[in-house]
């Protein structure tokens, strides 16, 4: 998985690139590292680089909300595929994220 940064404003947004699968363990925290420092009031992570979503990608998702919203700012989850917008309804993740 491959991420970028773009800071705007008080917007970050963070485009991902590749599956979010237990593959990406190491890169998860390093992207929730440069994460917390950065104050914005929205972060919005662009998923429409993701083909494949796992449960612990998923679960990596959810760490990423408990560290934005610890910094009191709001998640957005945006651009994901119709798979990967399935995975999000059948686990109940479409209750906890805001999905665009």
Do not use: N, Y
């Not at 917007?11 to 390093?30: C, R, Y």
């Not at 662009?46 to 919203?69: E, F, I, K, N, Q």
Request: hydrophobic share 45%; proline share 2%.
């Amino acid at each position: 998985m491959k991420a970028h940064l773009s800071h705007a404003e008080s917007i970050l947004t963070v485009s991902l690139d590749g599956s979010l699968d237990h593959t990406a363990g190491s890169s998860w925290q390093h992207l929730i590292d440069e994460i917390a420092p950065i104050r914005a009031s929205r972060v919005i992570v662009d998923l429409s680089l993701v083909a494949r979503v796992d449960s612990v990608g998923l679960g990596m998702l959810h760490l990423v909300r408990d560290a934005v919203t610890g910094i009191g700012a709001r998640l957005t989850l945006r651009g994901a595929c119709p798979a990967v917008r399935r995975l999000f309804v059948l686990t109940g993740s479409d209750q906890v994220f805001e999905i665009e």
